[in-house]
């Protein structure tokens, strides 16, 4: 069983010592979203702050939850494959507009590890 994002947050910041109040200044990320998540309110945060989060920590969402790569793209295909043809609509805009804001503000993408995979 994969730990959820807020198992991971608790994680890191108790390993780090890291502050709410630190991560929302240096991410942008809201404060209210990250005390909730700290606190339990929520599980889980939006594509966009989880990779915020997880940068903070220098890592990529994957590292940050320790969950591998193929582990976390079965997961993801499970749980894509529960959605309707219109959720499935709106989940590919919504990730395709993460990406073109990431390519926009020149944020760094994460190298093709699959040709290491391979290996």
């Known amino acids: 069983m994969h730990k959820n994002f807020r198992d991971a947050f608790i994680e890191h910041l108790d390993r780090t010592g890291a502050k ?9 990320v809201n404060k209210d979203s990250l005390y909730a998540l700290k606190r339990g309110t929520t599980m889980n945060m939006n594509v966009r702050d ?5 940068e903070f920590f220098d890592k990529t969402v994957e590292e940050f939850m320790g969950v591998e790569r193929g582990a976390l793209r079965d997961s993801l295909i499970d749980q894509i494959a529960q959605l309707s043809d219109s959720e499935r609509q709106i989940f590919e805009a919504s990730l395709k507009a ?22």
């Open 50 to 54: 989880a990779i915020l989060v997880a």
């Open 98 to 119: 993460v990406l073109a804001a990431r390519d926009r503000d020149g944020e760094a993408k994460e190298p093709d590890r699959s040709a290491e995979e391979d290996q």
């Open 20 to 28: 709410v109040t630190d991560i929302s200044t240096a991410t942008g």
